[in-house]
Every structure is written in C-alpha cells, then in structure tokens.
C-alpha cells in the first residue's frame, strides 16, 4: 500500500470513529434528584441556604426523609420558591404504621406522589416471620395511602432482606407477596449489592415494580454482608467504587423506574456528590 493511500484508510477511520463517538446519546441525559438525608448537616443547620445551593446544582427533584424542623407547608413554600419538587416523602416504619393520615396529608401538602420507608423494626438476622409481618403492613397501609391520598407506598431495601428462602430470597418473598396496586419498591444499589444480589438481575426480573432508585457506590475492596450496615465512609462517588453503573442504568430504564436519587452518605459528600454529577453526565449509551 502506498503512502497516500494509507494516510487516507487513517483518516477515514479517525473520522468514522469521530462520528460515532458523537452520535452515542447520554445514557443519563437528566439530572438526578437527590435524597435529603445526603446533605443531611447541612438542612440541620440552615434548611434556605442549603436549597440555594441544590437549586444552584441545578437539583429539581428531592426526596425528603425529614422536614428539619419546618411544617410540611412551610418546606413546600420554600421549594415552590425556587422551583423544587418534593417526589417522594419518607418517614420512619412507626409513624406510617401509627400516623398514617399525618404521613399522607404531609405528603400530599409537599407534593409527594411517594411515601417510602427504609427499615423495617427486627432482630438480626431478618427472619421469615419479620418479612411476612412487613408484607401485612405494606399492603394494609399502601391501600389506605392510595385509596385516601392518591400515594403510592415504596419499601427501600437496606441489604438484609436478602437470606435465601425458597428459590430465591425473603426480598423475593416480599415482591411477590405485596399488592402492585399499593405496593411498590425503592432500590438502593449499594444494598442490593452489599449483601451479595445482582441490581440488574432485580431490575429485570421484577421490573416496574421499582418505582424509586438511590444511587450510590461502595468504596472498593470492602467485602459486604447482610447487616444493613457499613461505615459512612464506604459511600464512595459514583463510578470510582465497586458497582456497574452503566449496567445498571441500562436495567432500570428498562423497568421504568421513575425516579433516581443521588444519596451519599459519606463525610465528604459535598465534595463527591459533583463528582457523581458530572460521571452521569459522562455516561454514554
């Protein structure tokens, strides 16, 4: 082959390669929403300024597990004014349990479309008789939420629920024995992960069942177990721990999941989470 024809075949190739790097499409072409418990310290201290600094983010979406000191109508008013939504509410398995109409209307007044929990009352290790107690309440108190309030309950795994029973785990159990008209789920990765399962393998075995995500990642090298626990500082930016983000994404867009929240619990958090922003922004499909 000649000089010229083989500086034209690279060419060619750099420009072919050129062109499909610009045509891949973001994998995560919008901002994610974030959890409220991430910037937890901070919405301790002063609730106004840390939503200046979420909105300056560019943050639209929250999800608030506590209302810091604020009624449900004065946060409302604080996110209307700078053009924040609440999607989801989450509060603690008593109060849905106890105060359920509290929980609804302050949902309702935040403009939640979701009422979640994350842990469910239990001596370790979560047992067959916890899951099956849990899968009456869900169901019980999803249809009061739905029928009353027009909410949709979501339970948010927390790693534990997933021992082996049956052909798969008590996690299955509780899937496939709570109500879809008033019981959906919220994955979080990390705790999907942790104990061992396949994020992907649960997103695509039960689909639309998971409404909600929490986005996180776990530091490398940390070995994980069916606690619900690990050090703060395991939270690690997304894309620089253990988990296949990509995979995942591409699984729960699959599932419909509605919405996706970034929740960092790590010290650092206001350092990392930009960090998982801009990685989001980087993925490409």
Known sequence: MNKFLFATLIISLLLVGNIEAQSKKALFPDTPGMVSYTYRHSFQKDVAATLDTLQAMGIKDMEFSNLFGKTAADLRTMLDER???????????????????????????????????????????????????????????????????????CYHNHGYEFHPHGDGTLFDLMIQKTDPKYVSYEMDILWTFFPGADPVAYLEKYGERFALMHLKDLRKDVEGNMSGGTPVENDVALGTGQLDLPSILVAAKKAKVKHYYIEDESPVYYIQVPQSMEYLKSLKK
């Not at 302050?106 to 939640?112: D, E, I, R, Y």
């Open 83 to 153: 053009n924040i939504y609440c999607s989801s509410f989450g509060v603690s398995y008593a109060d849905l349990m106890e105060k359920t109409d509290q929980v609804g209307e302050n949902a309702k007044t935040l403009g939640a479309k979701y009422v979640r929990i994350a842990w469910i009352p239990h001596t370790a290790p979560f047992d067959l008789v916890a899951a099956e107690k849990a899968i009456a309440d869900f169901n019980a108190v999803g249809k009061v939420l739905k029928e009353k309030y027009d909410l949709t309950f």
